[in-house]
């Protein structure tokens, strides 16, 4: 009984550790259509071992303030593919830089990037997906 919580606890703070963050852009950043942007993902540093396998970008278009969760639509597509952090600067965690295009059909009006990451965490490889996301504003 107490072996099993005490796993379940440690699962979580794992699931937990592993999970990235949205660095950049910041919250309510104005973005113009058709301009490139550096969306930053960093991986806070942990202690357990993890294996990358991929992470997705997309910006969403809000209808009236109403976004999607990033769980459900992801808008359109700005980045699938390999998830790679490194330490760059000491002040930061382990983070990688993506240049996304703002697709020109985007008006102005509230968008939502979102962002699906997928890892295998631990000796067991137990597969973890962790969605994120960032309210930005089209101009
Ligand atoms: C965006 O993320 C925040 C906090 O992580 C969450 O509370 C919110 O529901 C998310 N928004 C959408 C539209 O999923
Ligand atoms: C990542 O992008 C940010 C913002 O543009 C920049 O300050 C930083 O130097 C970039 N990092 C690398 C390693 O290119």
Same mark, same amino acid.
């Given at each position: 009984m107490f072996g099993s919580r005490l796993f379940v606890a440690f699962v979580a703070r794992t699931a937990l550790a592993q999970s990235v963050q949205i660095g *950049? !852009? $910041?919250?309510g950043t104005v973005l113009n259509p058709g301009e490139d942007y550096t969306v930053q993902i960093q991986c806070p540093d942990s202690l357990t071992s993890s294996q990358e396998v991929a992470l997705v970008i997309g910006i969403q278009q809000c209808q009236n303030g109403h976004c999607f969760p990033p769980d459900e639509t992801l808008g359109n597509l700005l980045y699938s593919g390999s998830f790679n952090p490194q330490f760059h600067? !000491? /002040? *930061? !965690?382990p983070y990688q830089n993506f240049t996304v295009h703002i697709p $020109?059909?985007? /008006? /102005?009006e509230s968008a939502l990037v979102g962002v699906a990451h997928f890892a295998l965490v631990g000796d067991s490889f137990a597969p973890l997906i962790d969605y994120h996301n960032q309210s930005v504003s089209i101009a």
């Open positions: *950049l !852009p $910041d919250a600067e !000491p /002040s *930061l !965690p $020109d059909t985007m /008006s /102005s």
